[in-house]
């Protein structure tokens, strides 16, 4: 069975400070892993994505993520907060041969200025 | 063209009420799926339809009816629903639906029970 952890429900920063999720998974598989962000009232969009290609992930507006096998993690970070940062952001496992996405139970980060 | 089309945006309704949701991608992918989001926590999976066919029900009340007309339409019929059913249901596609896959999500239908 597949699992998510994300260990912060609320992460809050200041514009221009670094940013950091943080995701733990359980996974039977080699697996799939995301991270999605949900503005509110909106979608969800894709960050990143990780495929068993390489462990560092790029993704849009800065993010990026490092899959860590050893300790079953999928931290998010970016360098640099910006207030259009603000959201929910959820972490997603995806096991080999099931088609059903198992969804963290997302993390709210609020940006000061 | 990564985009997820829902209709309508919000949508009101008695509890005597039928209405239909609709979602429509444009990007051939052969999977497409309906999740329900109740405020402050993920997405739920409902459904999900791969190549035209339902594959997954994920023990779905019967006043929720999905429907695939073709791969690029996918609705969601409701009847009789609950007040406990107001939330944001979001559709999503992906390319086959096999689990590499990245699914690609609509903005969601706002639904109120009244």
């Known amino acids: 069975a597949q699992s998510v952890t994300q260990l912060d429900s609320h992460v809050s920063v200041s514009e221009g400070t670094p940013v950091l999720l943080r995701c733990n998974y359980s996974?039977?598989?080699?697996?799939?892993l995301f991270w999605y962000v949900q503005h509110p009232n909106k979608g969800l969009q894709l960050l990143l994505k990780?495929?068993?290609?390489?462990?560092l992930v790029k993704g849009i507006n800065g993010f990026e993520a490092e899959f860590k096998k050893s300790e079953t993690s999928f931290h998010l970070t970016k360098p640099s907060a910006h207030m259009s940062d603000a959201a929910e952001y959820f972490c997603?496992?995806?096991?080999?041969?099931?088609?059903?996405?198992?969804f963290g139970s997302g993390t709210r980060l609020q940006v000061q200025p | 063209d990564t985009e997820v089309t829902q209709t309508p945006k919000h949508l009101v309704m008695g509890m005597t009420n039928k209405k239909s949701l609709k979602c429509e991608q444009h990007m051939g992918h052969r999977a497409m799926y309906w999740y329900k989001q109740k405020a402050k926590k993920p997405p739920e999976l409902m459904f999900v339809y791969s190549y035209e066919k339902l594959s997954i029900n994920e023990s779905v009340p019967s006043r929720f009816s999905p429907e695939c007309p073709n791969s690029s339409l996918l609705n969601l019929h409701l009847h009789a629903l609950q007040p406990e059913d107001s939330a944001l249901y979001l559709c999503a596609s992906s390319q086959d639906g096999i689990s590499t896959d990245t699914q690609y999500f609509g903005p969601g239908t706002r639904l109120t029970v009244l």
């Open positions: 990780y495929t068993s290609a390489a462990t």
């Open positions: 996974s039977s598989y080699s697996p799939s």
């Open positions: 997603v496992v995806s096991d080999t041969g099931r088609r059903a996405l198992t």
